[in-house]
Structures are given as C-alpha cells and as structure tokens.
C-alpha cells in the first residue's frame, strides 16, 4: 500500500497537469523528497527503521518504480514520435 507521502502528492500534482513526454522523462522529485528517501535508505542500513518508517520507504520504492515505468513509456513515445 503506498502512504500519502510528499512524494506520492508530488507525482499526483505533476501528473494531473497532463505533462508532456519531455517533461515527464526530464521529471525529478524535490530535493525533500530526495532527502527523505535517503534518510531512510541509511537508517534502513542501519537496521533501525521503524515500522512506520519501513512502510514509508516501500512507498517511496513503489513510486520510484511506476515513475520509471512512466518515463520508459514517455521515452518510447519521443523515439516514434522522432521515426
């Protein structure tokens, strides 16, 4: 289950002004959201997480993993776009 996180909020604001492949492969979180994630990466190293914490990195993943999904569609639309 993805949480409501800054992250998960970003990626709906971004999507729902309809961007263009360009945009969405040029697409970036925010630099808090960046530092979020690796806040967890590192505590998750650390072998200190918390469940709720756990449950926030998976989200992060999850998202991570759909956006570069998105972002190989979007590429594949610019290379026919280009043939």
Do not use: C, N
């Amino acid at each position: 289950m993805i949480l409501k996180t800054r992250a998960a909020t970003e990626i709906a604001q971004f999507l729902a002004h309809h961007p263009t492949p360009e945009q969405i492969v040029a697409f970036h979180p925010s630099s808090e959201v960046a530092e979020r994630a690796y806040e967890l990466i590192h505590t998750e190293r650390d072998g200190s997480l918390t469940e709720e914490e756990h449950k926030e990195l998976e989200s992060y993943l999850v998202i991570e993993y759909l956006m570069e999904l998105v972002k190989l569609e979007a590429q594949r639309q610019l290379r026919q776009q280009a043939s």
